[in-house]
């Protein structure tokens, strides 16, 4: 059995950057290792959509989420997220150290009558 959680996350608002960004997410760009870690913590499907500079990630994910990485995964996913940081801007609701800020959903199509 598996759930959807969405996050959001806006990025630096300069078009250079922004393009930059989508050129590190496009498909065969992300470090093999980091797609390895995501599938670990227990994601079973990801997706992230852009408008201007704002960023929502829509995924699917196992009951056991989110699973610890070992050391190396780790290490890695460290790595990555340093490599990410000149992208991206918290949102203002952030916690310390926070990115992507978990959503709440707040209406499903299937809950409504008619």
Do not use: N
Not at 92 to 101: R, T
Request: aromatic share 8%.
């Amino acid at each position: 059995m598996s759930r959807r959680v969405c996050f959001a996350l806006d990025l630096v608002d300069d078009a250079d950057l922004i393009a930059d960004y989508e050129r590190a997410h496009a498909p065969g760009a992300v470090w093999p290792e980091v797609t390895r870690g995501i599938r670990d913590k227990g994601f079973t499907d990801m997706e992230i959509w852009r408008v201007a500079d704002r960023l929502v990630m829509i995924a699917q994910v196992a009951d056991d989420w989110p699973r610890d990485l070992d050391a190396e995964g780790k290490a890695v996913d460290a790595r990555w997220e340093a490599a990410m940081d000149r992208f991206q801007r918290p949102l203002s609701c952030a916690g310390d150290g926070e990115k992507w800020v978990p959503m709440r959903r707040i209406y499903s199509l299937g809950e409504q009558a008619g």
